[in-house]
Structures are given as C-alpha cells and as structure tokens.
C-alpha cells in the first residue's frame, strides 16, 4: 500500500536559518504530494501541493518539488521566522477518486523557531 | 473559502458513555474523513464516505461507526467509549475528481475519556 516516510523530529532552529524536512512516499501510479502544516490549537491546513513530476509547489516562502526518480518531496524555507514554529505532515493521495480520494500521512514534525 | 466546522473543541466523557462527534461542511463536497491524531503517529483514517449514506473503514475502524444522512454532515460515533480514544479527532472533506484535490480540515476536536 501507499506509504510517506519524514524525517525524525523534533527540529529546532534559529531565526533566519535554512530548513530542510525530508520526506519520501511509496505508491503506486502518479499520486499528487501535499504538505500540511498544523499551528498550536488549530487544525491542519495545506501549505502547498505538487501533481505531477517535477511541479514545484510554492507557497509563504516554502518549496518542494516532486521527484519521481527519488520518490521525494522535501519542503525548504530559505529563512524561517518564529510564526514557522508548526507540526509539518507530507502527505500523497492517489491518482484516482472516489475511494482512492484518501490522504496517506507521514507522522509529521514538529519544528520550533527561536528569535 | 473552505469551512469544516467540528462541534466542540474539548469534550469530556466518561468510560462505557456513546459519544457522538459532529462535523459539517459548507462547499457540497462528496468526499468527508475522520481521523484520529496521536503523537508520535501523525494522523491515521477511521472512516470516511464518499457519498451521502456511503461508507469505508480507513486503518483504524475498531470502537468506531460513521453516519453521512445528509451531503454535509459527517458524524463520528463511539459506541462504548474507551480511555484508549482519548485523542484529537480531525474531520475533513474534499471535492470528487482526481488525486490533486487537497483535503480541507476542522479545527479539530480534543476528546477526553475518563
């Protein structure tokens, strides 16, 4: 089955740092990749998302391309800020509906930015 | 935008009580999910439905069962409940069609058994 493997947490940086948070999938076809990000309290929202390979998904400063060949889809911010400070989920969905409409989760990262 | 409105926020229950989780959408979406999220586990499917009065067991159905009566009402139901399903409970919905339509969530609802 479907399966997305992310890196082992927590991570915490510095203002202004780089971040990488590797994410990698197992599924058959051609499945779209999201990231979700989830802030203190709150549910989880998309912060970007990618359907075929190598699309760039963008968004608030974030990127990620779909590599087919690496089976990946790794998020990076050039610079985070303290607001970044969230739980990061990398998620596929297959390429059909109806039943296949459903999510596959990696089990998220939590990142904390320090000022 | 997108609304996924979950009934309560925090709730409190007791061991053995039936718990009913509420969760509805406002963009005639087909397609609704519930999950479960626990540390360390991220967020795995109990049910979820793809049209009114349909249903499908995701990965963790056990102690759960799901009623779609209407197109935007969703509801999660705990026959008996368990200090086990202590958890936080995110409900969803998507659009029918192809794999690039994204899931959009509640705030969720962070379900307390005693």
């Known amino acids: 089955g479907d399966s997305v493997t992310q890196m082992e947490g927590p991570v915490t940086l510095s203002e202004e740092a780089f971040l990488t948070i590797n994410c990698t999938y197992t599924a058959t076809g051609y499945p779209s990749l999201f990231w979700y990000v989830q802030y203190p309290g709150e549910g989880l929202q998309l912060l970007l998302k990618a359907t075929k390979a190598d699309d760039k998904g963008s968004n608030k400063g974030f990127e990620a391309t779909y590599r087919k060949e690496t089976t990946s889809f790794h998020l990076e911010k050039g610079s985070v800020q303290v607001s970044d400070s969230a739980v990061y989920f990398c998620a596929l969905r297959g390429s059909s509906g109806g039943a296949n409409s459903k999510l596959t989760f990696g089990k998220g990262i939590t990142l904390s930015v320090r000022p | 935008d997108v609304k996924v409105t979950q009934s309560s926020r925090y709730l409190v229950k007791r061991t053995g009580e039936k718990v009913f989780l509420e969760c509805v959408q406002d963009?005639?979406?087909?397609?609704m999910f519930w999950y479960r999220q626990d540390p360390g586990l991220g967020l795995r499917l109990i049910y979820f439905?793809?049209?009114?009065?349909?249903?499908e067991k995701g990965d963790i159905p056990e102690g759960y069962s799901v009623s779609r009566e209407k197109k935007e009402r969703f509801s999660l139901i705990l026959e008996s409940a368990s200090t086990n399903q202590t958890s936080m409970y995110l409900c969803a919905s998507s659009p029918q069609g192809g794999g690039n339509q994204p899931q959009h969530f509640g705030d969720g609802t962070r379900l307390s058994i005693l």
């Open positions: 439905s793809y049209d009114v009065k349909m249903k």
């Open positions: 963009m005639d979406h087909e397609n």
